[in-house]
């Protein structure tokens, strides 16, 4: 008997004959009314009801003929005004607009060449995210063939819709070392000048089974944080192999502390109900699109940036012209009265500038492309990490390799869309340990210290408990094998590339000379964490064979170095090529984001970190956003809400 029909039948409400009819009718109620609930979150996840941004753009922008001679007309006289225009609603993008917005007398214009995150399951569920590399939202970027990786044109995916990357990647959560900032040397971008806005960003969800200090973290804000509730056994397995190696567990990597060096469990951006928070979802709720003043423009890509001469001679940024393909007879133009922001990543925002007349003379006047500014930082400096994988064979039962497997995908599809719990929920990247090379006096004659600071690391291993390979796109050749697989990230490279132009045109894709292994040192270092993965796996208690032809173990080292060549990829971490600092040592804007010789032109996403920094990218380009957008409200005269 129910406590509810207890008591009506304590207050005489109901017979006691009645109760029984009472209780069934009270519990069908509830199934139905629980079910109700579960068929409503579904269709909720699978058909969003808002979906942002405006896919005409006459609605936002004013038409204009498609003219062959493109810099000698920039009229703009009678052009739709906003008081900001971002170009790109990436990560930085996505921060930009929410925060400045708070402002009701600020017209702030996002455009994006992507659509709605919103739109696909893949995005929104964490464990799927290999599925959108290839896919329309990846704009399918390739490097020229690697000199140092056997001629291999290697894929670099980048994110096509809102929330750029932070909408396909990973989902980890790293806010990297704080000496990293503080190498940087630049006033205003030190960690401690970045720590609040890391705070700002955050609410933290604490988890029971991996307790940390909470209070460093952020509380309230808009970017959800937290724990998966699914782990593997490798994960254990994991952390037993590194401390069998003498690492110490590090139960947060994300406080702060000095000293990275430590293997822990890895937080992810995903919400309650184990949906990725993107910078899309998390910035760009509802709520924040319905102000007035914001406007959001999907499925348009911004040309070029529009510059005239003031009366002294100096260039300024009035607005930009954007169009919905190469062959439209159409583009449209919009105008900016305070900034134009660039906020595209380290490829397509060196790729906007050039076309736009901003980079090095030679290479502008080589493809017939008008100098608005001579800045040969455009471009360079480019910088990022390889994430190489290697899979061993485990003891049964400890690897997810069964999901690929048809009914089992379809168990934990309804476990993820009804419950929100599971395997799916997870962003599968469970652990990462991080080493410093030169605690192993065997190799610091063969590897250059590049670390920020002493006791900090130059790798990283993360832990993937099951098989992965060519960026996820391939599946286990046998699924009712367990398999485990570590993947090294180098992560303080020497060797550095560049981006350039495949011609002048705005829809050619970038030519990416990513240049990787072309120091001595950074082969040596994936050379000695091939050999610490391998010390690894056999410290774990699950290790079972070598998935690789030949023992891993017992390769030299010319052989593995053949088989990072083989099976390494992008990390998905190109940072530096419109980088912070002096314009005489290739810098291309200063410490308030501001392009060198064009006013009102600003670049806030990762091509401005002048140094990749030791870890992974997407947690510190939300915090640099946050910052940005309060110093321009302090320029603006608006006060931070």
């Not at 964490?529 to 023992?551: H, M, Q, T, Y």
Request: aromatic share 8%.
């Amino acid at each position: 008997m129910s406590f509810l029909s207890t008591f009506l039948t304590r207050e005489r409400l109901v017979q006691p004959q009645n109760t029984k009819l009472v209780t069934v009718t009270l519990g069908v109620a509830g199934g139905l009314w629980v079910a109700w609930g579960l068929i409503r979150r579904t269709i909720h996840t699978l058909h969003p009801a808002f979906l942002p941004g405006e896919p005409n753009p006459v609605l936002l922008a004013t038409p204009f003929e498609n003219i062959t001679s493109r810099h000698e007309d920039d009229d703009l006289a009678h052009v739709e005004e906003y008081d900001v225009v971002i170009v790109g609603g990436g990560t930085a993008g996505c921060v930009l607009a929410s925060r400045l917005s708070e402002n009701p007398n600020l017209r702030v214009l996002l455009i994006e060449a992507g659509k709605s995150d919103l739109t696909l399951l893949h995005s929104r569920i964490p464990a799927t995210c290999t599925e959108l590399i290839h896919s329309a939202v990846d704009y399918g970027l390739k490097t020229v063939p690697e000199t140092n990786m056997h001629n291999r044109e290697m894929s670099w995916p980048r994110g096509k819709l809102l929330g750029g990357c932070s909408s396909i990647n990973a989902l980890i959560y790293h806010r990297c070392s704080s000496s990293d900032y503080n190498e940087w040397g630049l006033q205003g971008w030190a960690w401690k000048d970045l720590e609040p806005y890391f705070r700002k960003a955050e609410n933290f969800m604490p988890s029971p089974a991996w307790p940390v200090d909470w209070s460093r973290h952020g509380k309230g804000g808009p970017w959800q944080i937290r724990y998966p509730s699914f782990t593997s056994p490798l994960l254990p397995a994991f952390i037993t192999g590194c401390n069998g190696i003498g690492v110490s567990t590090v139960p947060d990597i994300n406080h702060g502390q000095a000293g990275m060096v430590g293997v822990t469990r890895l937080q992810t951006f995903t919400d309650s109900e184990s949906r990725r928070s993107s910078a899309a979802t998390a910035y760009l709720t509802e709520d924040v699109c319905r102000r007035k003043n914001l406007k959001i423009s999907v499925g348009m890509t911004v040309t070029r940036i529009i510059t005239q001469s003031t009366a002294d001679g100096k260039r300024v940024a009035k607005g930009v012209e954007l169009a919905s393909g190469p062959h439209t007879p159409i583009r449209y133009r919009v105008k900016a009265s305070k900034d134009v922001i660039i906020s595209c990543g380290a490829v397509h925002t060196p790729h906007l500038l050039k076309v736009s007349g901003i980079g090095p003379r030679d290479e502008l006047t080589r493809h017939r492309i008008k100098v608005i500014k001579d800045l040969p930082g455009v471009g360079a400096n480019l910088q990022d990490h390889l994430l190489i994988p290697m899979t061993v064979n485990t003891a049964k039962g400890t690897s997810i390799n069964y999901v690929s497997k048809p009914l089992f995908g379809l168990k934990l599809l309804a476990e993820w869309l009804l419950c929100g719990t599971g395997l799916l929920g997870a962003n599968c990247v469970e652990g990462a340990v991080w080493m410093r090379s030169h605690d192993d006096p065997e190799v610091v004659d063969k590897i250059e210290d590049l670390t920020s600071a002493a006791r900090e690391p130059d790798m990283e291993i993360i832990s993937i408990p099951g098989w992965f390979k060519d960026m996820g796109k391939t599946s286990a050749t046998d699924r009712n094998v367990d398999q485990w697989t570590l993947g090294q990230i180098p992560l303080r490279p020497s060797s550095m590339g560049k981006i350039t132009l495949a011609d002048s045109s705005p829809f050619s894709p970038p030519v990416i000379h990513a240049n990787y292994f072309s120091s001595e040192s950074d082969r040596q270092i994936s050379i000695w964490a091939f050999k610490k993965s391998c010390d690894i796996v056999k410290a774990s208690g699950v290790f079972k064979s070598w998935e690789l032809p030949k023992r891993a173990d017992e390769l030299n080292d010319d052989e593995i170095l053949e088989f990072l060549k083989e099976s390494a990829n992008t990390c998905y971490h190109p940072s530096g090529t419109a980088k912070i600092g002096a314009e005489s040592d290739s810098g291309v804007v200063d410490t308030n984001l501001s392009v060198y010789g064009v006013q009102n032109l600003r670049v806030c996403d990762v091509s401005v970190m002048p140094r990749i920094l030791s870890g992974h990218t997407c947690a510190p380009i939300i915090a640099m956003a946050e910052k940005f957008a309060n110093m321009l409200k302090g320029e603006y005269g608006s006060v931070e809400v």
